[in-house]
């Protein structure tokens, strides 16, 4: 069974920084491939950040670029996203997420976490 739970969420000033961490079941990390997305007010879920585990491949959204980065613990069974350079524009409920099979971005995965909080104060 695919299990995703999200935290590290949280209020934080433009410039500064967040992790996020995303326990997962190891039947989770079978997976094709695992990445973070987000949804701010009244906009549509997006892609922010991906790692594909066959080839070792990452993808980020060009607004997150340079700011972002995603790694993985194996022996913690967890996914992180390191925000660093806040902007307000970054605020959203931050989703991690689990594809089954084949994946590409910024396509949607099959499986999300109930979501983490992040507000960027300007």
């Known amino acids: 069974q695919v299990q995703l739970v999200e935290s590290g969420g949280g209020l934080v000033q433009a410039g500064g920084s967040l992790r996020l961490s995303c326990a997962a079941s190891?039947?989770?990390?079978?997976?094709?491939?695992m990445g973070w997305f987000r949804q701010a007010p009244g906009k549509e879920r997006e892609f922010v950040a991906a790692?594909?585990?066959?080839?070792?491949?990452?993808s980020y959204s060009d607004s997150v670029k340079g700011r972002f980065t995603i790694s993985r613990d194996v022996a913690k069974d967890t996914l992180y996203l390191q925000m660093n350079s806040l902007k307000p524009e970054d605020t959203a409920v931050y989703y991690c997420?689990?594809?089954?099979?084949?994946?590409?971005?910024?396509?949607?995965?099959?499986?999300y976490g109930q979501g983490t909080l992040v507000t960027v104060s300007s």
């Open positions: 790692c594909v585990w066959i080839g070792g491949s990452i």
């Open positions: 190891r039947r989770t990390f079978s997976t094709y491939a």
């Open positions: 997420a689990a594809a089954a099979d084949y994946w590409t971005a910024p396509g949607s995965m099959d499986y």
